[in-house]
Structure formats: C-alpha cells, structure tokens
C-alpha cells in the first residue's frame, strides 16, 4: 500500500506507558520505541520483545501485523496505531492468542512527520 502524501504517523516514537505492563518492564533491554518506516515496515520493541512490523497506511493512523522474538520464542500479532489530539499516538498492541496491551507514545525530538 502507498503512503499517504500527509502521513502523520510516519516517524519514531518512544513508547511512554502500557496498560499491563509498568515503566520498568517496557524498558527491560533499552528504551521502548516503535518505528514507522515510509516503505510499509517498521520495527518495535520493548521488554525483552523486538519485533518486525508490516504497516499498511492512513492520514491519522496505520494498521499493522507484526512477528518477532520475546526471551528467544517467536511470536506474532497485530496493532493500530492513532494520532491523537496532544500529538502522541496511541497503539493497540495484541499478541496472536495472548496479551493485549494498549501503548502511549510520543515523537522522538528528530523524528518529524512526513
């Protein structure tokens, strides 16, 4: 899918809070982020969890599936990410047949908007 000309989403951003999980967890191996790349891929990670993202696009938000490792298992889902009124993004993070997490992020300060 093509990436729309005033993407909003497009950008790195360091993930702040998770409903299930506290600050400590999320930045177990380093700090929480979710990239979103401008080719429809992207990367997150957070905890002991990196992961791949396939990102398909609109102006305010993206949809993406994704698969990677937690401590060395593989592991797959899915997620929505949503520009919201403050600037951050709110992400709905699920993993296929488990937890499912809602994430706050905000831009990184040299990411900026495409």
């Known amino acids: ?8 989403i497009i950008g790195r951003w360091r993930i702040i809070e998770a409903d299930i999980w506290d600050r400590d967890y999320l930045d177990l191996c380093g ?7 401008e080719e429809g891929h992207g990367e997150i990670a957070f905890g002991a969890m990196e992961a791949g993202l ?8 993206v949809a993406f599936s994704w698969i990677g490792s937690d401590e060395g298992d593989e592991v797959s889902g899915e997620g929505y990410a949503e520009l919201l009124d403050d600037g ?3 992400i709905e993070f699920a993993y296929r047949n488990g937890d499912e997490a809602v994430l706050k992020a905000k831009r990184e300060p040299f990411s900026a908007a495409c």
């Open 1 to 8: 899918m093509s990436v729309p000309a005033n993407c909003q």
């Open 31 to 37: 700090p929480a982020a979710i990239t979103i790349g």
């Open 54 to 61: 396939d990102v398909e696009y609109s102006r305010l938000s």
């Open 88 to 90: 951050s993004i709110e």
